[in-house]
């Protein structure tokens, strides 16, 4: 059974800072790696979708990494702001299940 | 903005009641996913419906029941009500249900049970 872990749970950081949120999977039969913002009591942005093939994807501030063989994928957000305050959630598509399996979030906070 | 539109924003049900949520796909997508989301949890897959038909289901009893019309848009409807349900809902249209499909959320319905 897949089950996705996010480390770590929470994170407050001055303006400025680049960060580095963690996921790691269980099975690595995946089809794809896909990391999401969410806003307090709100749904879900999707930020990148990284394929089982590619290593990385790349938007603006965010880049995300995906090393399929030891499980794991990072996200790293450059020189992060105030706006950047939120939940970011990774999900895996597992070869065995087809649908998106969870981690329970990072919950980041970036103050002035 | 995803074009995902969810309805209502928020609901409180009495224990034992029945709920429908609603969900308007992006245009032109043919398939509905539902997750639960409890508080401080990541969301948990219900369902899939595509082009009207069930195509997956989760870890939820029977009384989690769901729809798609043929505009493609969708219904959950959750029977016999209990307290943990409490949750945001969420519904993502994708178009094809491949696993290789990208999801597009809606910002989900808050459901609060008494």
């Known amino acids: 059974k897949q089950e996705v872990t996010q480390i770590p749970a929470a994170l407050s950081v001055p303006e400025g800072e680049n960060l580095v949120l963690n996921c790691s999977f269980t099975?690595?039969?995946?089809?794809?790696l896909q990391w999401f913002r969410q806003d307090p009591g709100k749904g879900l942005t999707s930020l990148l979708l990284i394929q089982s093939s590619q290593r990385e994807q790349t938007s603006g501030r965010l880049n995300a990494s995906l090393d399929k063989s030891s499980g794991r994928s990072t996200l790293y957000i450059a020189a992060s702001q105030p706006g950047d305050s939120a939940t970011y959630l990774c999900?895996?598509?597992?070869?065995?299940?087809?649908?998106?399996?969870f981690g329970t979030g990072t919950r980041l906070q970036v103050f002035p | 903005e995803t074009g995902v539109t969810q309805s209502p924003t928020h609901l409180i049900k009495t224990r034992g009641q029945q709920v429908t949520l609603r969900c308007s796909s992006q245009s032109g997508h043919n398939t509905v996913s539902w997750y639960q989301q409890a508080l401080g949890q990541g969301p948990q897959f219900i369902f899939q419906?595509?082009?009207?038909?069930?195509?997956g289901r989760g870890n939820f009893p029977p009384r989690f029941s769901g729809l798609q019309f043929p505009n493609y848009s969708s219904e959950l409807n959750v029977n016999a009500l209990e307290l943990d349900d409490s949750a945001l809902y969420l519904c993502?249209?994708?178009?094809?249900?491949?696993?290789?499909?990208?999801?597009?959320f809606g910002h989900g319905t808050r459901l609060t049970v008494v």
């Open positions: 993502a249209s994708s178009l094809g249900a491949g696993p290789a499909t990208e999801d597009f």
């Open positions: 999900a895996v598509v597992s070869y065995n299940t087809d649908k998106l399996i």
């Open positions: 419906y595509y082009r009207e038909e069930e195509n």
């Open positions: 099975d690595s039969a995946i089809y794809n």
